[in-house]
Nanobody, 121 residues
Framework: QVQVVESGGGLVQAGGSLRLSCAAS????????MGWYRQAPGKQRELVAT???????NYADSVKGRFTISTDNTKNTVYLEIGSLKPEDTAVYYC???????????????WGQGTQVTVSS
């Protein structure tokens, strides 16, 4: 089994910044992609950014230039540097890891429980 745990959320003023972290642990045989999604109240969960094992990144248009995703592959950890925060960035941010256990060749998506980011105006 693979566990995913996020940290780093909080309350910040508009224009401020935060760094979110997400660590995957357990019997990990390999990770193909790690990413961040967010869900604001009353809205569907949406993609924020993803990064593959070879370093390829993908960002939602709404966060390009403000958010940066990176990984420490040695620690199975993904980071999201979020800057120039806006009130509309307020949401629960979820980490997703596409990984396989060391007992299988099949990849599955594992999700964390989320971390709240609140941006005050």
């Amino acid at each position: 089994q693979v566990q995913v745990v996020e940290s780093g959320g909080g309350l910040v003023q508009a224009g401020g910044s935060l760094r979110l972290s997400c660590a995957a642990s357990g019997r990990i045989g390999g990770i193909s992609t790690m990413g961040w999604y967010r869900q604001a109240p009353g809205k569907q969960r949406e993609l924020v950014a993803t990064i593959t094992s070879d370093g390829s990144t993908n960002y939602a248009d709404s966060v390009k230039g403000r958010f940066t995703i990176s990984t420490d592959n040695t620690k199975n950890t993904v980071y999201l540097e979020i800057g120039s925060l806006k009130p509309e960035d307020t949401a629960v941010y979820y980490c997703s890891t596409r990984a396989r256990s060391d007992r299988t060749t099949t990849f599955h998506d594992y999700w964390g429980q989320g971390t709240q980011v609140t941006v005050s105006s």
